[in-house]
């Protein structure tokens, strides 16, 4: 196996890892969507609900956040495993050239 074959099959790997780890944090979005339905019903329900608007904001708040950083989690998971899957010759240039540059003027 070459240099930029080994490379390659790096990050092909970890990519695939990004896609498992993104399908997993994807898992955990339905039950954090389905409370922040269920607070956002109660908070948001009607006049006799507004008594709740105190005591469930924070649990209101709570959850939304957890579903933004899940999706934001998931995003950023997909795009780096998108570049890491496509930029193989921009990485094969950062570090094969540098190897190459050390092979051609060594460290004392």
């Known amino acids: 196996m070459t240099t930029e074959q080994g490379l ?26 389905l409370a922040v339905g269920h607070y956002w019903s109660l908070v948001h329900g009607g006049p006799e609900s507004a008594q709740a608007l105190t005591t469930e904001s924070y649990l209101f708040r709570e959850y939304l956040l957890r579903c ?27 570090f094969l050239d540098s190897q190459k540059s050390e092979e051609e003027h060594p460290l004392p």
Do not use: E, H, K, M
Request: proline share 6%; net charge positive.
């Open 8 to 33: 390659r099959l790096i990050t092909r790997g970890i990519s695939i890892f990004c896609i498992l780890s993104a399908l997993i944090a994807l898992s955990f979005l339905p039950p954090d969507a």
């Open 68 to 94: 933004t950083d899940l999706v934001l989690q998931i995003a950023v998971l997909l795009w780096v495993s998108g570049w890491l899957y496509r930029s193989g010759p921009t990485l094969q240039r950062f």
